[in-house]
């Protein structure tokens, strides 16, 4: 099916071998249940992302629709996924948009039993600002004793974490020296102190139960046989153990993640179906000059991945030509491997200055310009150059990237001159024409890369999602900005943000108007008309009461819009809102006239 009927015999030989390993490891019913309910969310109209994570490197995954990717066609490796030296669990992430992933939860809860299936719970804890705050308030004091206590803290680290009140008077603790204000507090104030020990006791317990953003447990017989289960008020049943100590259980985990991005593309692809029926998604050219032309003029804006300001000037430095290189660049831009882009960019532009310290490395390293980028090449080079079986590679890079010592020299042994200890044998570099310097000298660069080298496998699959946004936007700017725009309503700098590229890519935004917009924001013959959900003060569900009624015959006046909502969620506060935002703007009345008739019609 996806070689049109004939596909090539490395593909057959590839997948093949695949399946031997995932029969051998008993997990032909894994896949089989992951494949189930993905084909089913396609058919059912919700949009599911191109694959995520290693998974993709699966052909058997790319065969039975579970992902988008040819993995051969991307050098991705199975066994960075499901390696045969390495029994764990595979691991198969699932991006949905938002609202199609509840109806997918459901789908699995109806079709396996909602007795076998349930999402995670996850404990929140009493944090540092919460445990002082509240051992002031139960101790009597002021809301304001609280507040000043807390703003003594240092500033929060990345992430939004704050230092916790033990680490405050803790020298070893890496962050000591930034709270010196605090222990000054402290030791001037007796007050500050009480509370403080108090904090020291109620911090770190658990405040409150939540449901994971993704993981929900999958058993083929009933969850409460190995776990208890909680249902919340909103009907919502979770496990009362959190995901990793049921998969210590025995149980399976699977990942339904929610997508925005992907809401913005079917949005975006509905849109452009009304007027060009045969648009596909999935039917792009994905060698498109006039996409990269774009993503080389760093017009970015809205472009998954690749709308950061640092994203913009290293688009604009690379020029990309291809899809590999906008996965390059998604694995390059995050710390750590962010220093190696300089020389990408200098190698991609001067070709003539990229050296390999041995020939065999070429082939492998020159889809990044001669850097080592994914984890994937280091794994390459162990198979190509020393005779590790991908099992045996998978392991060593493992151990690399956590910096696991004993068994990096260990490997470095078998990596230079073989091993021939049954199950694990190799020739090595210097069996292979490669001298023993040379072999230790790539093996110290692997050793410093492996710890930021990043999945390809992961970068390819959002690098599709990033090609599909920035075709969208180059191809139909208004539809995607449309749908864009709908997808941040609830941010308001994000719809001014948006707005403001609207306005650079010539598009003009028309104000809201009860007789034409819809909830979200549409395209209209190149224009984008702004969306009624994005008005303040005015409800949802007034919203698809106002779009529903209109079916019958247009609104005629402002007291013939309040008439017919009359009953539901109308009130004077809304009126108001949407005849500031211009709602009403075509009836040909001023608003401040309108706004002044608002109490009079209500009353009447």
């Known amino acids: ?29 894994y896949f089989l249940v992951v494949a189930d309910y993905i084909n089913w969310a396609k058919e059912h109209g919700v949009m599911v992302g191109p694959g995520r994570g290693s998974a993709a490197g699966a052909m058997v995954a790319y065969a039975m629709g579970i992902t988008e990717l040819d993995p051969l066609k991307h050098g991705l490796i199975f066994e960075r996924f499901l390696n045969p030296e390495r029994v764990s669990l595979p691991d198969i992430d699932v991006d949905f948009d938002p609202e199609g992933r509840m109806r997918v939860l459901g789908y699995v809860a109806d079709k396996y039993g909602h007795d076998k299936v349930a999402q995670c719970v996850i404990y929140g804890t009493i944090k540092t600002k919460q445990a002082l705050k509240d051992s002031a308030r139960i101790m009597g004091f002021p809301f304001e004793m609280g507040t000043r ?45 009480r509370i403080t020990e108090e904090a020291k006791g109620i911090e770190g317990l658990i405040r409150q139960t939540g449901v994971h953003a993704c993981a929900t447990i999958m058993g083929s017989a009933p969850i409460t046989d190995t776990s208890p289960l909680l ?93 590999e290189d906008v996965i390059a660049l998604i694995s390059l831009y995050r710390p750590g491997p962010m220093d190696s882009i300089p020389t990408y960019l200098r190698n991609r ?67 230079v001159h073989g091993c021939t200890e049954p199950g694990h044998e190799c020739p090595g570099c210097v069996a292979n024409g490669i001298s023993e310097k040379v072999a230790n000298e790539i093996y110290d660069e692997m050793s410093s890369f492996a710890s930021y080298a990043f999945n390809k496998s992961h970068a390819a699959c959002y690098a599709y999602v990033a090609f599909q946004t920035a075709y969208l936007k180059c191809h139909y ?40 917009s819809n909830g979200g924001f549409t395209a209209d013959n190149g224009k984008i008309r702004f969306g009624l959900n994005a008005v303040k003060n005015v409800g949802r569900n007034l919203i698809e009461r106002v779009v529903e009624e209109r079916k019958e015959k247009p609104y005629s006046s402002l007291y013939d819009f309040c008439k017919r909502m009359h009953g539901t969620e109308l009130n004077r506060r809304a009126v ?12 040909g009345i001023n608003r401040h006239s309108l706004v002044e008739a608002v109490d009079g019609i209500i009353k009447s």
């Open 1 to 29: 099916k996806r070689y049109d009927g004939n596909p090539p015999m490395e593909v057959l030989k590839q997948a093949d071998y695949e399946c031997g390993v995932i029969c051998q490891m008993q997990f032909c019913g």
């Open 149 to 193: 206590i807390t703003e003594a803290l240092p500033p929060a680290a990345t992430g939004g974490k704050d230092i916790s009140v033990h680490d405050i008077f803790d020298p070893s603790a890496k962050r000591y020296a930034e709270a010196r204000e605090y222990r000054e507090l402290y030791d001037s104030d007796p007050e500050v102190k």
């Open 231 to 323: 249902e919340r008020t909103d009907g919502t049943v979770t496990t009362t153990f959190e995901y990793h100590t049921c998969e210590t259980l025995g149980l399976v985990k699977m990942d339904f993640l929610g997508l925005r991005t992907l809401t913005v593309i079917r949005d975006a692809e509905a849109a452009i179906q009304k007027k060009d029926p045969s648009f596909s998604i999935r039917k792009l050219d994905y060698d498109d000059a006039a996409t990269y032309k774009m993503l080389g003029q760093g017009e970015t804006e809205g472009v998954f991945q690749l709308e950061s300001s640092g994203m913009k000037q290293v688009l604009v430095g690379l020029q990309p030509q291809n899809l």
């Open 349 to 415: 532009h001067e070709p003539d200055k990229i050296s390999y310290k041995t020939p065999q490395l070429a082939h492998i390293l020159d889809v990044t310009n001669g850097c080592i980028v994914y984890q994937e090449q280091v794994m390459q080079i162990f198979r190509e150059l020393a005779g590790f079986s991908f099992g045996q590679a998978d392991n060593v890079r493992r151990a690399m990237s956590k910096k696991k010592h004993a068994v990096m020299e260990a490997e470095r042994e078998h990596f």
């Open 477 to 516: 700017p208004s539809e995607f900005m449309a749908a864009l725009l709908t997808s941040v309503l609830d941010n308001t700098d994000k719809v001014i943000e948006y707005s403001g590229e609207c306005a650079r890519l010539g598009i003009k935004v028309l104000p809201p108007d009860v007789n034409i």
């Open 576 to 587: 108001e809102c949407l005849i500031k935002a211009g709602a009403f703007d075509s009836m």
